[in-house]
């Protein structure tokens, strides 16, 4: 079993800052990978960005999330990290941290929510115009 507590949620100005965090227990996380997805009201859920454990390698979901957003994780933490920047009120979402079994070695793999055994309970971050 895995558990994710995710924090750090909450109302921001549109051009503002929010970082979300994610503690994961329960196993030791070498060899696996964690990701960040946000769900709008009416729309599917989606992938923000994704993390290897080990190494460290990112996925982003487009071009403008990575500009824009940044995902990191602390080892010795057992920590994932999720820092967005210049938010927008599109940007307004629940978001979800997730837990999967094996590392990444592409976007399209990491994208897809079926990779991932254990979910957060989500956050939810709502930007203000």
């Known amino acids: 079993q895995v558990q994710l507590v995710e924090s750090g949620g909450g109302l921001v100005q549109a051009g503002g800052s929010v970082r979300l965090s994610c503690v994961a227990s329960g196993r030791t996380f070498s060899g696996s990978a964690m990701g960040w997805f946000r769900q709008a009201p009416g729309k599917e859920r989606e992938l923000v960005a994704a993390i290897n454990w080990s190494g460290g390698s990112t996925y982003y979901s487009d071009s403008m999330m990575k500009g824009r957003f940044t995902i990191a994780r602390d080892n010795a933490k057992n920590t994932m990290y999720l820092q967005m920047n210049s938010l927008k009120p599109e940007d307004t979402a629940l978001y979800y941290c997730?837990?999967?079994?094996?590392?990444?070695?592409?976007?399209?793999?990491?994208?897809?929510?079926?990779?991932?055994?254990?979910w957060g309970q989500g956050t939810q971050v709502t930007v203000s115009s």
């Open positions: 997730a837990f999967a079994p094996r590392p990444f070695y592409s976007s399209s793999s990491a994208r897809s929510a079926g990779a991932y055994d254990y």
